[in-house]
C-alpha cells in the first residue's frame, strides 16, 4: 500500500472524566484505503477516543485533523456533516419507526411540494439493503427485527452517506456468519474506493482476516502500532494485557483458572423453560461447586434464560428447582427467597440504584432480614456493609457516596456484595466483566472462581469467549432459544464452542439429556 | 428491545400479527371509536346529526383544538407543555387590551407573545435541560398570574363593533370562521408530523433521544420549535375565543392543558413519545367535544356528571389503551 | 482521618462548589428564612402569634397533601387527584354526621382510601400513567363529590368535627397538630421503614428494585392509597375550619401547591429521594410568599409570578446534583 496522507489523524489526545483519565496522550493516523484495527481490552479508552473523533466528547489536549485540516466538532451532527461515519455497538437507531425511516432519517428524499416522498423512501431503502444483501421488510418497525437485521440496517445507514472516514465499534457483535460476510464485502469495497476505516473488535479471527495496521490502547494509552503481519496473535494479547508473552501462554488470558470440584447433587434444576417465542424447552444442571457457562450469540437466549430462572418473567411452562424445592416462577422475591441470586447485564439500567448511596445499594434485596416490624436496623444495615466492602474491596469515599459516582468496577462490586451478603446458593452472572477496567475484571474474575471454589453453584454468561472458555467447567450452548450443544471439561475449548454455536445441534458435543442428572 | 429470530415466517409469526393488530389498534383506534360513538349518537338521540348541532360540536371542540395541535407535537417529541391554558387566557387578555390601538394588533400579538414564551420553555428545556413538566408548570402558575395582573383579575369587554370580532364570530361560507382556522391548523400539523423532514425528526427524538443526537438529528432545536408552535397556537387560540366572546377573560383556559393531554391521549399517542398522529388527537378532541354534547343532549346531569363522565371515560379509554400496548409490539 | 486529609477536607468545604453544593440541598430553607427576616423588617405588624398561628393553620392542609404527592413523586409518579379527594371526604363527611362523629370521620377517610386504592391499581396493575390515572380521578372525583353533596353548601356543626377545624390543644391549633403528626408519621416511614426504602428505589431505579425482590406493585398500590388518605384527611380539616361542606370549591388547584412545595422542598420529580421536612419547608414558603403579598397590599397575582421564578430558580439549582 503506498504512502498516502493520512485522512485522519488524531495527535496526542488527552480526555479526562472525574477521577478518571480515560485518554492520555494518544495518537493515531488513519490513511485513505486502509482498514485500521483499534484493540484493547473493555475501559482501555476504544469507546472514548471513537466519541472524541466524532464529536461526542471534546478533547482536553491534543489536535484532530481530517483531510489535512485541523477540526474541532462540537456534537456527532458536525464530524457527519464532515464526513465522518459511525456505527456503534449498541445499536442506536430508532426503534420505532421503520426500516426506511431510520436508513433516511435526518435526510430524507422529498417529493413535490417539499414533502417526504414515502414511496422513493421505501424503494431506495429496498434497494441499499438488496445491494448488500440484507433480507428485511423496509416498512416493518425496526424493533421487531432480529439485532442481526439491526445492526446490519445500521451498517447501511452509515454508509449511505459519502464518507471520508468509517468508523465500526464491534460491528459484528450481533451478526450470524453470513452476515458477516456481508460485512466484509462492504468493506472491501469502501477500502477499493479510498474510504479510511477504524475497526474496533476483540475479535482476534476478524481483526486478522480484513485489517491492515492495528492499534493497542491499554488504560488510555497507546502501546502498540503497526502492520498487524508483523504481529502474532499472542504478542497482540500480550500487548493488550500489559503481560509478558511467555505468562500469557502459560497461564492464559484472565483471572480464573482455579480447579473446582462440584457435587453430586444439584443445586439448581432448570427443566423444560419454556417462554413464548424466546424460550424452548431449556433444561441444564447446576451443582455446587460449579461454574456452568451459557454461551451462545446475542439474540440467542441467555439473559432470557438467566432471568426466566430468577423469575423476572413468568414462564409459559418448565420449573425451576432449587435445592430440590420448586421455586414459584415470575417471582424475583421467590427466588431470592430460595436462594438464587442475579447480576444483570446492564448495570446501569437493572442493577444499581444511582442516587442511593453505596449502603443503601448494597442492602437493597436484604433488607426483609435487616428488618424486624418493617423497621430497618441501622447497626445491623452499617457492619453488613463495613464487612463487604472490606471483603470486595470497594473503593468509596464512605459507604454514603451515591453510587453512580464510583467506577464502573467498583460499581459490579458494590452490586455482587447486593448478592453475596445474602448467602446465595445459586449465582447467576450476566456479562459481569462487560465494561470494567483490566484490574478490577481480573479481580471480580477471580473471586467467582474462589467462590465456585467454596461451594457457590455459579452460572456465568459471557460474550468473552475466553473467559467462558477458562472459567466454565461446564458451558451449555444456546441457539435462537433452545440449547444445541453441552460441553464440559477438556472440550472447552474456542474453536469447539464457535462450532457448536455455528451448527449446533448434531456436532457430537453433548445433547441436552447427557449431563443431567435423572429427573425424580 | 425485544428479540426475535430474523425470519418474520417462523413459528411466532402468528403472534407477532396479532401483535401488530393491538399495536394499530392502540394507535388508529381513536378514528375507530369516533365512528361508532357518532354511529350510535345519530340512532339514539334525534337531535344529534343535525347541521347546527354538529357545527356546535365542532366549534366547541375548535379552541381546544388549536392547542391539541401544538400539544400533539410537544408530547410525541417527548415532553408536554402544561403552560397552555394559562397561554390562552393571556392571549386572551393581550387581544382584549390592543384592539382599541389597531384591531389587527388583537390577533397578531397574542401568537407572537406566546410564541415567545414558548421559546423560553423550549430553551429552559432543551439547552438547560430541565424537566418539561416543571419548567411548563412554572409557566402554567406564572403566566395565569401575569394574565390576571394585566386584566386586573376581572375580564376586559371588547366592542361588538370592532372588526376583530368577526374573527370570533363571523362566517365564511356558511362555517364559523374558527372551524376554519383549527382545520387548517389539524391539516397543516398533520402533514409537518407526517411528511417533513421536522416531523421525523420530533418521532425520533421523543422514540429514542440518546440515539436521535448520536445520528446527528438537530434535537435541541426541534424540541425549541415544538414549544414555540406550541406557545403559538395557544396564544392564537386564546385570541380567537376572545374574540367569539367579545372579552378577554384572564381565567379562560383553566385546566385547559389536562383537556389538551386527554384529547392526545385518548387519540393514541404515546405520552411517552414517539408514537402518534395527528388524525388520532383530532379524533381525541371530537370525542371530548361530542361527549359533553351527549351530556347536553341528555339534560338532566348538570356539569357534575359532566365531569363524572369524562372522568370515567378517560379511564375506560387508557385501560384499553394500555392493554393494547401491553399486547402490542412494543 | 490523618492531619493531610483533614486539612484537605477542611480546604475542601471552604471550596465554592461545596458551599453551592450545600445550597442545592438546603435551599429552600436559607429562602424561607430570608423572606421571613424581609417580613419582620418590611411587613407592618408581623411578629405577632396571630400572624404565625394563621400561616400554620393556612398552610396545614396544603402540607397534608403533599406529604402524599410526595410520596407518588417519589416513586417516579404523581398524583393530580388530591384536590377532588379533599372534595369527596369534605361531601361524604356530614351526610353520615348523622351515624355520629366517628363513623363520619371514618367514612371520610374510608373514600379518600378508596380513591387511592382506585388510582394505585391503575398504575400498578394496569400499568397506566400516574399523571392520566389520577388527571382522571382529579376529574371525576370532584364530579362526584358535587353529586353526593347535591351541590351544596351543607353546614357542618358536629362540635367533636368543628373542634378538628377551630379547636386548640394546649394552645395549638387542631389543624397544625394533625399536619405535625402525620409530618411525623410519614417522616418515620419514609426513613426507618422497609416501606420508605422501596418508595426510593422503586423511584430510583424501577428495574433494579423489581430484580431485588422489592414488592413494586405493593408498594405503589400504598403510596396512591397514603396519599388518599392524607387527601381526605386535609379536607376534613379543611371542612372543620369552614364550618362547611363545599365540595365545589375546597381544594381547588391544591394539587399545584402541592406540587410546587415537594419540587422546591428538594424531591426531584423524577424520583428516587423523598424530603420530608423539605417538603413541609416548601409549603411554608409559597404560603409566607402569598401571606407577604396580602399584607404588604401587593397584587396577588403577582405572588403567583414570583412563585412560578422560584420553581425555577430551585429546580435549576437542584439539577447540578443530578435531580430533576
Given at each position: 500500500m503506498e504512502q498516502r496522507d493520512p485522512i485522519l489523524e488524531v495527535r496526542r489526545v488527552t480526555k479526562r472524566f472525574p477521577g478518571v483519565l480515560a485518554l492520555d496522550g494518544v495518537s493515531l493516523e488513519l490513511r485513505p484505503g486502509e482498514v485500521h484495527a483499534l484493540v484493547g481490552e473493555n475501559g482501555a479508552g476504544k469507546s472514548t477516543l471513537i466519541k472524541v473523533i466524532t464529536g461526542v466528547y471534546r478533547p482536553d489536549e491534543g489536535q484532530i485533523f481530517l483531510g489535512g485540516e485541523e477540526v474541532s466538532f462540537a456534537e456527532p451532527r458536525e464530524s457527519q456533516a464532515a464526513g465522518i461515519s459511525t456505527i456503534y455497538q449498541e445499536i442506536n437507531l430508532i426503534p420505532l419507526l421503520s426500516v426506511a425511516q431510520n436508513i433516511f432519517l435526518g435526510r430524507e428524499p422529498r417529493g413535490s411540494l417539499g414533502l417526504i416522498d414515502r414511496d422513493r423512501i421505501n424503494r431506495e431503502a429496498a434497494e441499499i439493503l438488496e445491494r448488500y444483501g440484507i433480507r428485511a421488510d423496509v416498512a416493518a418497525p425496526l424493533h421487531s427485527l432480529g439485532l442481526g437485521v439491526q445492526q446490519m440496517v445500521a451498517i447501511a445507514r452509515a454508509i449511505s452517506v459519502e464518507a471520508r472516514v468509517v468508523i465500526m465499534d464491534e460491528p459484528t457483535s450481533s451478526l450470524e456468519a453470513r452476515e458477516v460476510e456481508t460485512l466484509f464485502g462492504v468493506i472491501r469495497q469502501l477500502r477499493e474506493e479510498g474510504v479510511g476505516l477504524i475497526y474496533v473488535s476483540h475479535r482476534l479471527d476478524e481483526l486478522y482476516e480484513i485489517c491492515d495496521r492495528v492499534t493497542v490502547l491499554r488504560d488510555g494509552k497507546v502501546v502498540h502500532t503497526g502492520e498487524l503481519t508483523e504481529l502474532s496473535r499472542l504478542q497482540l494479547i500480550a500487548h493488550m494485557l500489559g503481560r509478558e508473552l511467555a505468562e500469557v501462554e502459560a497461564e492464559g488470558a484472565t483471572g480464573f483458572g482455579e480447579e473446582h470440584e462440584a457435587r453430586e447433587e444439584p443445586v439448581l434444576q432448570a427443566r423444560d423453560l419454556t417462554q413464548r417465542p424466546r424460550l424452548h424447552d431449556i433444561s441444564f444442571d447446576v451443582r455446587p461447586g460449579e461454574v456452568v457457562g451459557l454461551a451462545g450469540l446475542l439474540g440467542a437466549g441467555r439473559t432470557e434464560t438467566a432471568r426466566a430462572i430468577f423469575g423476572a418473567e413468568p414462564l409459559d411452562s418448565g420449573s425451576v428447582k432449587v435445592s430440590g424445592e420448586e421455586v414459584k416462577s415470575g417471582s424475583p422475591a421467590a427466588a431470592i427467597r430460595a436462594g438464587v441470586a442475579f447480576l444483570p447485564e446492564d448495570r446501569k439500567s437493572d442493577g444499581i440504584i444511582p442516587d442511593l448511596s453505596v449502603k443503601a445499594n448494597i442492602v437493597a434485596a436484604a433488607l426483609p432480614r435487616l428488618a424486624r416490624a418493617g423497621m430497618v436496623s441501622e447497626k445491623a444495615q452499617n457492619e453488613l456493609v463495613e464487612e463487604f466492602m472490606q471483603n470486595l474491596g470497594i473503593r468509596a469515599?464512605?459507604?454514603?457516596?451515591?453510587?453512580?459516582?464510583?467506577?464502573g468496577g467498583n460499581q459490579q462490586k458494590v452490586l455482587l456484595a447486593r448478592w453475596l451478603c445474602m448467602n446465595p446458593r445459586v449465582l447467576i452472572l450476566d456479562e459481569p466483566t462487560r465494561g470494567i477496567d483490566v484490574g478490577a475484571k481480573a479481580e471480580i474474575q477471580k473471586l467467582v472462581d474462589d467462590l465456585a471454589v467454596n461451594g457457590l453453584g455459579v452460572i456465568l454468561i459471557s460474550s468473552e469467549l475466553e473467559e467462558l472458555t477458562e472459567g466454565s467447567d461446564r458451558v451449555v450452548a444456546l441457539r435462537d432459544g433452545a440449547v444445541v450443544g453441552l460441553l464440559s471439561g477438556e472440550e472447552i475449548t474456542e474453536g469447539n464452542l464457535m462450532e457448536v454455536l455455528a451448527h449446533g445441534g448434531g456436532s457430537g458435543y453433548g445433547t441436552p439429556e447427557d449431563g443431567n442428572d435423572a429427573d425424580e | 428491545m425485544v428479540t426475535r429470530s430474523t425470519d418474520t415466517e417462523t413459528a411466532g409469526g402468528d403472534v407477532l400479527w396479532r401483535e401488530r393488530l393491538f399495536t394499530t389498534l392502540q394507535r388508529r383506534g381513536a378514528v375507530v371509536v369516533l365512528i361508532l360513538v357518532v354511529a350510535v349518537s345519530a340512532v339514539a338521540f334525534d337531535n344529534f346529526l343535525t347541521a347546527q348541532n354538529l357545527e356546535n360540536i365542532v366549534l366547541q371542540g375548535a379552541f381546544l383544538g388549536l392547542i391539541v395541535v401544538g400539544m400533539t407535537f410537544v408530547i410525541i417529541s417527548g415532553g408536554i407543555d402544561l403552560s397552555v391554558g394559562s397561554m390562552l387566557a393571556l392571549g386572551g387578555v393581550l387581544a382584549a387590551q390592543t384592539v382599541e390601538i389597531f384591531w389587527p394588533l388583537a390577533l397578531i400579538l397574542p401568537p407572537l407573545v406566546c410564541s415567545l414564551i414558548g421559546l423560553g420553555n423550549g430553551f429552559l428545556i432543551a439547552r438547560a435541560r430541565m424537566a418539561p413538566f416543571i419548567v411548563t408548570l412554572a409557566g402554567l402558575l406564572g403566566i395565569r398570574g401575569l394574565a390576571l395582573a394585566l386584566a386586573n383579575e376581572k375580564p376586559i369587554g371588547i366592542d361588538g363593533g370592532s372588526p376583530f370580532t368577526w374573527f370570533g364570530q363571523g362566517q365564511i361560507l356558511g362555517v364559523a370562521v374558527p372551524i376554519i382556522f383549527v382545520v387548517v391548523a389539524f391539516v397543516v400539523g398533520g402533514l409537518v408530523l407526517a411528511r417533513t423532514g421536522y416531523g421525523r425528526i420530533v418521532f425520533a427524538v421523543g422514540g429514542s433521544e440518546e440515539s436521535a443526537r448520536l445520528m446527528g438529528l438537530p434535537v435541541d432545536r426541534t424540541k425549541v420549535i415544538a414549544y414555540t408552535v406550541s406557545g403559538a397556537l395557544a396564544g392564537l387560540s386564546g385570541a380567537l375565543l376572545a374574540a367569539r366572546l367579545s372579552a378577554g377573560d384572564p381565567n379562560a383556559g383553566l385546566a385547559w392543558e389536562l383537556d389538551a393531554i386527554s384529547a392526545v391521549v385518548v387519540g393514541g399517542t404515546l405520552l411517552t413519545g414517539g408514537a402518534g398522529s395527528m388524525s388520532g388527537s383530532l379524533a381525541g378532541v371530537l370525542l371530548l367535544s361530542i361527549l359533553q354534547n351527549l351530556i347536553n343532549q341528555v339534560g338532566t346531569l348538570g356539569s357534575y356528571a359532566q365531569q363524572l363522565v369524562s372522568g370515567v371515560f378517560l379511564i375506560i379509554v387508557v385501560v384499553a389503551q394500555a392493554y393494547l400496548t401491553r399486547r402490542g409490539t412494543y | 482521618m490523618t492531619p493531610m486529609n483533614r486539612a484537605a477536607s477542611v480546604s475542601e468545604s471552604l471550596d465554592r462548589s461545596a458551599v453551592a453544593s450545600w445550597v442545592r440541598g438546603r435551599g429552600v430553607y436559607v429562602a424561607f428564612v430570608a423572606l421571613l427576616i424581609f417580613n419582620l423588617i418590611i411587613t407592618p405588624n408581623f411578629a405577632s402569634v396571630a400572624t404565625f398561628s394563621n400561616l400554620l393553620i393556612q398552610v396545614s392542609p396544603i402540607v397534608l397533601v403533599s406529604l402524599g404527592v410526595a410520596l407518588a413523586i417519589g416513586t417516579e409518579g404523581i398524583d393530580l387527584s388530591v384536590g377532588s379527594v379533599m372534595a369527596l371526604a369534605s361531601a361524604f363527611l356530614p351526610l353520615y354526621l348523622g351515624y355520629g362523629w366517628p363513623v363520619a370521620l371514618f367514612v371520610a377517610l374510608l373514600v379518600g382510601a378508596v380513591a387511592g386504592l382506585v388510582n394505585g391499581s391503575l398504575v400498578a396493575f394496569v400499568g397506566v400513567q400516574p399523571i392520566i390515572a389520577t388527571l382522571a380521578m382529579l376529574v371525576g372525583g370532584r364530579g362526584l363529590a358535587q353529586i353526593f353533596a347535591s351541590g351544596q353548601l351543607l353546614i357542618v356543626s358536629d362540635p367533636a368535627v368543628l373542634a378538628l377545624g377551630q379547636g386548640r390543644l394546649f394552645g395549638i391549633p387542631a389543624p397544625v397538630i394533625v399536619a405535625v403528626v402525620a409530618v411525623l408519621v410519614v417522616g418515620f416511614l419514609v426513613n426507618r421503614t422497609t416501606f420508605g426504602r422501596y418508595v426510593v428505589a422503586i423511584g430510583g431505579n424501577r428495574s433494579a428494585s423489581y430484580l431485588s425482590g422489592h414488592p413494586v406493585r405493593r408498594t405503589l398500590l400504598l403510596v396512591y392509597i397514603i396519599s388518599g388518605l392524607l387527601a381526605a384527611l386535609a379536607g376534613i380539616v379543611a371542612t372543620a375550619r369552614l364550618g362547611a361542606s363545599d365540595p365545589s370549591n375546597i381544594g381547588i388547584l391544591i394539587e399545584l401547591s402541592a406540587i410546587t412545595a415537594v419540587v422546591v422542598g428538594g424531591t426531584p420529580l423524577s424520583g428516587g429521594r423523598v424530603r420530608i421536612l423539605g417538603t413541609v419547608m416548601g409549603a411554608l414558603l409559597i404560603q409566607l410568599i402569598s401571606t407577604t403579598f396580602i399584607a404588604n397590599d401587593l397584587p396577588f397575582t403577582w405572588a403567583q409570578v414570583f412563585t412560578a421564578a422560584i420553581i425555577l430558580v430551585a429546580v435549576y439549582l437542584q439539577k447540578g446534583r443530578g435531580a430533576a
Open positions: 469515599s464512605s459507604p454514603d457516596q451515591p453510587v453512580r459516582e464510583l467506577s | - | -
